[in-house]
């Protein structure tokens, strides 16, 4: 029976790869030029450039296809992939509510940009001679991403109680979709997306512990064809 979708000559492609590590950069400043006011800004100056290598292999899929093992055979198979993690950028101020000398709260406000349209596209390419029915090379696979920048707003605070070693936090943040609508996939779904977070930290004897909890709300999409 013919299906669209599948058949019984489909195989999987399996691709492996492995990038040693790369370097990159990052800076930041502080500055608090009252008691109760501080700011900060730091960003990745560097972008990180992976460049990934490794092979292909070819099997039969479950239930399908049916390729003897010389025929699923990929003979010189090599594969490469180049990404790139791109150059950030982050400003926060941050309010400190003194009694004295005593921190009783703070307020931080936050904004991160990071500039993932530097990624259009995946492009695995190919090497080696494919032979299920007869020899051809494998071809390239591009894989149109068309990302977009991202700007990250996060506001949060902590109150440290003043008759018990506690600390109560809460916080949240909004970030724009770096995966436009016509170019959603389930690789990475960076989606629209909401947080809302709160945690308490005790203090006991020489022991700082944390307990958190942290939500994140993110947009829904259905694509058709």
Known sequence: KQNPYSSETDVLATISLSAPPAPSAIIGAWLR??????FGVSGRVMPINLVASGDVALSNTKGGSK??????????S?????????????AGVRYRGLEGDVERFDVEL????????MLDRYKVELDGIIKLF?????????????????ISVRLGGT???ADAPLSLSAGAFYESAAVP???????????????LGAGVTGHTGPVDWTLAYAHVFQETRKVDE
């Open 67 to 76: 390729f003897t093992p010389a025929q699923l055979a990929v003979e010189g």
């Open 159 to 161: 109150y440290n109680l």
């Open 78 to 90: 090599a594969a490469r992939l180049t990404l790139v993690i791109p150059p950030t950028a982050r």
């Open 110 to 117: 936050n904004v991160v940009y990071e500039a993932w349209s």
């Open 33 to 38: 030029p009252v008691p109760w006011l501080e």
């Open 134 to 150: 007869a020899a051809h090379e494998a071809p390239d696979v591009i894989i149109d991403k068309r990302w977009q920048d991202t």
């Open 181 to 195: 609508t016509a170019y959603t996939h389930l690789d990475f779904p960076s989606f629209a997306r909401l947080g």
